[in-house]
């Protein structure tokens, strides 16, 4: 059975800092991984998605890699900004098309 | 990217009764739908899998006589919760996949329900 952990839970940062979210996965048959923000209430908004066959996806400020062979994916944010603050999701598509999330990293960035 | 839409946002209803949620894709088809919920501070459980013109497929655990889902066309799919009860209140989420395996998942903005 497919499990998704996101390390760490919460995250507190002062703006301007970089930052590394990390997402691991139990099971490497993956169609692809798709990196999440929700905010408070609200439902998600997709980032990033990383197909099986692909080590990284570039967005803004926002860097996705994939390792699938160990099970690892980290979602680089540059230079954060108070409006980076969410809670940040990590979803796996397992090979029967269903997305399998992790617990979310609700991350803080302080003014 | 594709829109889906979620309605109603947000909804409180006396225990006992039933309260439809519904998912549209607006600018796409979607054979399959998806239904999750999320509990506070809790990430997204998926419920059930709907399925355009054939029978929902609902994940262990997952009460199908009182969740029903209803996928009547390739835009919109239906949950309903019937005979509510408080510890039905949760956030639901929908989403749906314009293609097969390897494409984005679109979600749409979730409802709120409450339960009293």
């Known amino acids: 059975k497919q499990e998704v952990t996101q390390i760490p839970a919460a995250l507190s940062v002062p703006e301007g800092e970089n930052l590394v979210l990390n997402c691991s996965f139990t099971?490497?048959?993956?169609?692809?991984l798709q990196w999440f923000r929700q905010d408070p209430g609200k439902g998600l908004t997709s980032l990033l998605l990383?197909?099986?066959?692909?080590r990284e996806q570039t967005s803004g400020r926002l860097n996705a890699s994939l390792d699938k062979s160990s099970g690892r994916s980290t979602l680089y944010i540059a230079a954060s900004q108070p409006g980076d603050s969410a809670t940040y999701l990590c979803?796996?598509?397992?090979?029967?098309?269903?997305?399998?999330f992790g617990q979310g990293t609700t991350l803080q960035v302080k003014p | 990217g594709a829109v889906v839409s979620q309605h109603p946002s947000w909804v409180i209803c006396k225990s006992g009764t039933s309260v439809k949620i519904e998912c549209r894709s607006l600018?796409?088809?979607?054979?399959?739908m998806f239904w999750y919920r999320q509990f506070p501070k809790q990430s997204l459980m998926l419920m059930a899998t709907?399925?355009?013109?054939?029978?929902?497929?609902?994940e262990q655990g997952v009460e199908k006589d009182k969740f029903l889902i209803n996928h009547a066309s390739l835009t919109l799919s239906t949950l309903t919760v019937t005979s509510a009860h408080p510890e039905d209140s949760s956030f639901y989420i929908c989403?749906?996949?314009?293609?097969?395996?390897?494409?984005?998942?679109?979600f749409g903005q979730g409802t709120r329900l409450t339960v009293v």
């Open positions: 989403s749906a996949d314009p293609g097969q395996g390897n494409t984005e998942a679109f």
């Open positions: 099971d490497s048959a993956i169609y692809n």
């Open positions: 990383i197909q099986s066959s692909q």
């Open positions: 979803a796996v598509t397992d090979n029967t098309g269903k997305l399998i």
């Open positions: 600018d796409f088809q979607a054979t399959t």
């Open positions: 709907s399925n355009e013109g054939s029978k929902a497929t609902y």
